[in-house]
T-cell receptor
């Protein structure tokens, strides 16, 4: 089956640091990738939709200058949390889809636990 | 706008008992429906999906779900729960294709008593 790899799985860093999270589709080409944020015991909140070779589309209320998304290839998207602060601590999950109208569901990475001290 | 409701925040069942997790959706067209499972600290794993055709869908790990258009529901069932099924379960709805964003329910936390 389709595999999405997310790295790192866990990161702790100091306030003010920028953190990059990678999301890779290992065995398929992901035209579209999605970035979610999940607070403890809550559902997934979509942050942005990333299409290969174009600018990401951010959901309302998500700061695009704070959460930089790059989707430079069909197998890799990155989320950079710039100048991270404790309120950015959360569980971040990516998913990947083929971007067409095929009956293929999105596949999710295992998530990244981000803790800002 | 599309929405998903999972009425039960927590459910506790005994191992070996049957399970039904409820999901109701609101969507303007024929929906694509999904159930995902999330273990603590992990990403989401797809259990099953409904796109069209037979309204009773079989998934992995012995799960099934039934699409009922008249009730706008897509409930997840399992005849005999195993302790390893304890996890968070999310129902999601979306338009056709994996390239489109999903709307998730708030999730149901399943606890299995031995």
């Amino acid at each position: 089956g389709a595999v999405v790899s997310q790295h790192p799985s866990w990161v702790i860093c100091k306030s003010g640091t920028s953190v990059k999270i990678e999301c890779r589709s290992l065995d398929f080409q992901a035209t579209t990738m999605f970035w979610y944020r999940q607070f403890p015991k809550q559902s997934l909140m979509l942050m942005a939709t990333s299409n290969e070779g174009s600018k990401a589309t951010y959901e309302q209320g998500v700061e695009k200058d704070k959460f930089l998304i790059n989707h430079a290839s069909l197998t890799l998207s990155t989320l950079t949390v710039t100048s991270a602060h404790p309120e950015d601590s959360s569980f971040y999950i990516c998913s990947a889809g083929t971007g067409d109208n095929s009956n293929q569901p999105q596949h999710f990475g295992d998530g990244t636990r981000l803790s800002i001290l | 706008a599309q929405s998903v409701t999972q009425p039960d925040i927590h459910i506790t069942v005994s191992e070996g008992a049957s399970l039904e997790l409820r999901c109701n959706y609101s969507y303007g067209a024929t929906p694509y429906l999904f159930w995902y499972v999330q273990s603590p600290g992990q990403g989401l794993q797809l259990l099953l999906k409904y796109f069209s055709g037979d309204t009773l869908v079989q998934g992995i790990k012995g799960f099934e779900a039934e699409f009922k258009r008249s009730q706008s529901s897509f409930n997840l069932r399992k005849p005999s729960v195993h302790w390893s099924d304890a996890a968070e379960y999310f129902c999601a709805v979306g338009p056709t294709g994996g390239g489109n964003k999903l709307t998730f329910g708030t999730g149901t936390q399943l606890k299995v008593e031995l």
